[in-house]
């Protein structure tokens, strides 16, 4: 078997066959070679373990001696060693659903256009590509672009102009400013949509053409085609794209820590400032110390908790169109 | 079932005019419904619009207002130590980035190719390669602070900030994004080139290294390249782990080190115009940096043999 291998090889290339008949090597060094592979993956498994017990551990004696409170109360002060989270979970929720209500739509349309619509050939890659040039943008950038552009052009006229005319909607409640949960959603809108967007014309390509086709055969308009064959054929997939952008939002850091406006209460306006449990992190654990630190790393756990659970469903609904 | 389901809903729309000797001209759309086509196309090309003025607004003022104060002296001296003061640098955090992503790419790189190698060789039918793929997809949503928080917890705290350790922060972040991409390649290696190399008496691990990873090395640098512009790009692990300096410094360990994240967040969360200044230079440096490899692995990737 060897004798006839090590022929063809030498038939093949006389140097190469040479080299590769020294058996003896390799069959040593194949299941070294397993085990070297083997041993890469299951350090993934170890770390992500040692990632939650690490942690929890550090965060265990916040947990126990806040129990439930940690969850629910509303008093955050280091000083005097109350930690109670709701306010930062209550931004970071609100965030996201800020942004997820402005980047949907967007998404969906930005899809749309360039998988249903004859977009010209010089048209479609500027914009491909320009929509994942956002994605490839790092978040401390659009931080810093959101602190000094965007909020005196856009956010704040946007958040006294609402606060004007649907002021007496409690969630648009003045005093009216561009550092708040609408501020934030805002960028946090502008860093999820090319994930969403992506995801979805993904999920577009694989609606069978002869669907569509049928639908045009049967005098559909355009959109009454996308309606009745895009949308129903793609709806689990459309929902899975808009939960991984949300686990995405839910997990923004800097971007969010400078737009937020760092005020740790919970308000029911979204145009008054808040704090979210990422941004929290980030900015108060330079100057933390003992319990504070401990209470900082205890929102971690259940910021990494939460967007667990959204990703892995957002995964379970998309697994299906990107494996097709 | 599919076809079914469709053609019931085409149907159902059609309003039951479908039927044999009904004109075309009946079927015609109404006014109304050529109008709310048009409607929405509107609004499609609407949405289209505002998605794509961030991306050449942010383009344009990084470049713009970063120019001003990028030059020589900015690319080759350190921050000054007050962020009143004019003038200095971010040669320090460039220093930083560079040697922080240097090695965690280093690290991640080995082991995220290995491990996609035991998912596609080795891992067909195996409840190990499940779990780690399953785990792995896990770890590409943790959110990056979450990362930091770990690693604080697990080493920084018995060895104090540095540049090790926002590295192995970095290296996390990275591997699961290498282990998915690279197996996506691996899995387009096409069959019949590892027979040929088996029926050339190639051991598995000489058939790996020779020849499937040599084969599919376009498509596996593309998603090395975007996980380097990733890591180069995060900021808030290394506020946990190597919690940022005015220093130029090179060791690894002992001491805190800058990363240009750090050093345009500092900026971006000061009141004075000279600190502000410098993160703009800064961001534009790092947009720079991130965008380079970005489209370096776009083109890798157009260049790949194997396409899905």
Not at chain 1, 18 to 35: H, M, T
Not at chain 1, 45 to 68: D, N, R, W
Request: overall charge positive; charged content about 15%; aromatic content about 10%.
């Amino acid at each position: 078997m060897s004798s006839v291998s090590g022929e063809v090889a030498a038939g093949a290339s006389a140097g190469t066959g040479r080299k590769w008949q020294r058996r003896g090597l390799s069959r040593r060094a194949d299941p070294l070679f397993l085990l070297l592979a083997a041993l890469s993956g299951v350090l993934i498994l170890l770390v992500l373990a040692y990632m939650v017990i690490s942690t929890t551990g550090t965060a265990l004696p916040v947990f126990t001696k806040e129990g439930i409170t940690f969850l629910t109360g509303k008093e955050w002060s280091p000083s005097a060693g109350k930690f109670g989270a709701l306010p930062f979970i209550y931004g970071t929720v609100v965030t996201s659903v800020i942004a997820l209500v402005i980047a949907v739509p967007l998404s969906l349309a930005v899809a749309l256009f360039l998988t249903e619509y004859p977009v010209p050939r010089r048209l479609r890659g500027p914009i491909t590509y320009a929509v994942d040039l956002l994605a490839a943008v790092p978040s401390v950038i659009y931080g810093l672009w959101g602190v000094f552009v965007l909020l005196p052009l856009f956010l704040q006229p946007a958040a006294d102009f609402l606060n004007k005319y649907l002021g007496f909607i409690p969630i648009f409640a003045g005093p009216p400013s561009g550092l708040s949960y609408f501020g934030a959603g805002v960028i946090l809108a502008i860093m999820v949509t090319p994930i969403i967007s992506s995801m979805c014309r993904e999920v577009f390509a694989t609606v069978p053409d002869s669907d569509r086709q049928a639908a045009y055969a049967l005098g559909a308009t355009r959109w009454e085609m996308i309606r009745e064959v895009v949308f129903s054929h793609s709806r689990s997939g459309i929902i899975g794209a808009v939960m991984l952008g949300l686990g995405r939002a839910l997990g923004e850091t800097i971007a969010v820590a400078l737009l937020i406006g760092s005020r740790p209460v919970v308000d029911a306006s979204v145009l008054r400032p808040g704090y979210s449990m990422a941004a929290v992190i980030a900015n108060q654990f330079q100057e933390a110390t003992g319990d504070h630190i401990r209470a900082l790393v205890a929102i971690g756990v259940v910021l990494f908790a939460i967007t667990i659970v959204i990703n892995m469903a957002a995964r379970a609904m998309v697994w299906r169109f990107s494996r097709l | 079932m599919n076809e079914a389901r469709a053609e019931a809903q085409l149907q159902n729309w059609a309003g039951g005019r479908l039927q044999p000797g009904v004109s075309l001209r009946q079927c015609r759309p109404t006014r109304r419904r050529v109008w709310r086509d048009r409607r929405n196309t509107a609004l499609i090309i609407l949405g289209v619009v505002i998605t794509l003025i961030p991306v050449v607004m942010i383009l344009y003022q990084i470049t713009s207002k970063g120019i001003r104060t990028m030059d020589w002296e900015f690319l080759t001296s350190s921050m000054p130590l007050s962020f009143r003061r004019e003038g200095g640098g971010f040669l320090n955090a460039l220093v930083g980035t560079l040697i922080m992503v240097g090695l965690a790419t280093a690290v991640s790189v080995p082991l995220g190719i290995m491990a996609a190698v035991y998912l596609v060789e080795y891992g067909k039918g195996n409840w190990l390669a499940r779990l780690i793929r399953f785990f792995s997809d896990v770890m590409t949503g943790v959110p990056s602070v979450f990362v930091g928080l770990f690693v604080y917890t697990a080493l920084v705290v018995n060895f104090g900030f540095g540049a090790l350790m926002g590295a192995a922060s970095l290296a996390i972040i990275m591997m699961p994004i290498i282990v998915r991409s690279t197996e996506e390649m691996l899995k387009l290696v096409p069959g019949e080139l590892k027979d040929a190399s088996y029926g050339l008496g190639a051991a598995k691990w000489q058939t790996v290294t020779k020849v499937v990873l040599p084969s599919a090395a376009p498509g596996i640098v593309t998603g090395v390249m975007l996980a380097v512009a990733r890591a180069a790009g995060e900021t808030a692990p290394l506020i946990l782990t190597a919690l940022g300096s005015y220093q130029l410094t090179a060791r690894l360990w002992d001491q805190p080190i800058s990363a240009l994240t750090l050093a345009i967040f500092d900026g971006a969360r000061n009141p004075f115009a000279a600190g502000q200044a410098r993160a703009w230079a800064g961001a534009l440096e790092l947009l720079l940096i991130v965008l380079i490899f970005t489209i370096v692995a776009r083109v890798m990737a157009s260049r790949s043999r194997f396409k899905r």
